[in-house]
């Protein structure tokens, strides 16, 4: 399952440990968002779930905004891990 392979970039210890830090949570919302947008191809008139697909990605911008607020480091790390910004040319 996706789920997995982007928890097992986490260790073992710190999924214990951090399972409320902004990591982890950025990483389920990532998570979800795929399988959000793989279920609204197949299903493009399913409104519901296109809403609920713009408040993650919300949630998950505010998350990251504060993160590179916060950390620099850790937000270009945490971007490089998941893929899921354009690097700026």
Same mark, same amino acid.
């Given at each position: 399952?996706?789920?997995?392979?982007?928890?097992?970039?986490?260790? *073992? #210890?710190?999924? #214990? #440990?951090?399972?409320?830090?902004?990591?982890?949570?950025?990483?389920?919302?990532?998570?979800?968002?795929?399988?959000?947008?793989?279920?609204?191809?197949?299903?493009?008139?399913?409104?519901?779930?296109?809403?609920?697909?713009?408040?993650?990605?919300?949630?998950? *911008?505010?998350?990251?905004?504060?993160?590179?607020?916060?950390?620099?480091?850790?937000?270009?790390?945490?971007?490089?891990?998941?893929?899921?910004?354009?690097?700026?040319?």
């Amino acid at each position: 399952m996706v789920k997995n392979s982007f928890i097992s970039l986490i260790s *073992q #210890e710190e999924k #214990e #440990e951090n399972k409320g830090s902004v990591e982890f949570q950025v990483i389920n919302f990532t998570n979800k968002i795929r399988r959000l947008t793989s279920h609204l191809e197949l299903h493009k008139k399913d409104f519901i779930s296109q809403r609920g697909l713009r408040k993650i990605l919300g949630k998950r *911008q505010r998350l990251l905004v504060y993160l590179s607020k916060k950390n620099k480091v850790r937000y270009k790390k945490l971007i490089d891990q998941l893929d899921i910004r354009e690097p700026k040319i």
